[in-house]
T-cell receptor
Framework: DGGITQSPKYLFRKEGQNVTLSCEQNLNHDAMYWYRQDPGQGLRLIYY???????QKGDIAEGYSVSREKKESFPLTVTSAQKNPTAFYLC???????????????FGDGTRLSIL | SQQGEEDPQALSIQEGENATMNCSYKTSINNLQWYRQNSGRGLVHLIL?????REKHSGRLRVTLDTSKKSSSLLITASRAADTASYFC??????????FGEGTQLTVNP
């Protein structure tokens, strides 16, 4: 079955530690996205990538970093510079027409990150 | 990019009743999408309506779009307990990313 896999489901971070969230898709989608969701709130875009080896900052990129070395993978690193990392992180992908980002997005089931 | 605003924030109904959720936005759009999120899960795409469409159906879902009022509505007919979830609208303008509002939390009581 095609889909998006996020791992781990739960993650704990110690002070000063960087942690990496995994996102893998086998949908052959070009575009991938990372969102942050706080309790009772909507999604805020952290980073997105339209093609391999290219990515753009979203609305809340500070304290986060990404890479896109392979089409199917878009890992997110939450660095120690992100002072309030506790949230639910969602990865998504889509297959947009050239130059557009307006196709339905497919989501993984998220990673819940907490501070120890 | 622009954000949709869903209304109401929360809605509680009995099984079998219809549920209507509304979405407003500020500028012209290419299309508008609706998503559902079950607690602790990712979002699931429900329906996409283009700016030149006024109404679209998918099973028990009916979406309307009024571009003159910059608003959309999602109607779920004959609701079931399994419809309990948060519902988000995401308006899309040319060349911009999707943005999501805070959603409507729907509770369907058995």
């Amino acid at each position: 079955d095609g889909g998006i896999t996020q791992s781990p489901k739960y993650l704990f971070r110690k002070e000063g530690q960087n942690v990496t969230l995994s996102c893998e898709q086998n949908l052959n989608h070009d575009a991938m996205y990372w969102y942050r969701q706080d309790p009772g709130q909507g999604l805020r875009l952290i980073y997105y990538s339209q093609i391999v080896n290219d990515f753009q900052k979203g609305d809340i990129a500070e304290g986060y970093s990404v890479s896109r070395e392979k089409k199917e993978s878009f890992p997110l690193t939450v660095t120690s510079a992100q002072k309030n990392p506790t949230a639910f992180y969602l990865c998504a992908s889509s297959s947009p027409p050239r130059g557009l980002l307006n196709q339905p997005q497919h989501f993984g089931d998220g990673t819940r990150l907490s501070i120890l | 990019s622009q954000q949709g605003e869903e209304d109401p924030q929360a809605l509680s109904i009995q099984e079998g009743e219809n549920a209507t959720m509304n979405c407003s936005y500020k500028t012209s759009i290419n299309n508008l999408q609706w998503y559902r999120q079950n607690s602790g899960r990712g979002l699931v795409h429900l329906i996409l309506i283009r700016s030149n469409e006024r109404e679209k159906h998918s099973g028990r879902l009916r979406v309307t779009l009024d571009t003159s009022k910059k608003s959309s509505s999602l109607l779920i007919t004959a609701s079931r307990a399994a419809d309990t979830a948060s519902y988000f609208c995401a308006p899309e303008t040319s060349g911009s990313r999707l943005t999501f509002g805070e959603g409507t939390q729907l509770t369907v009581n058995p």
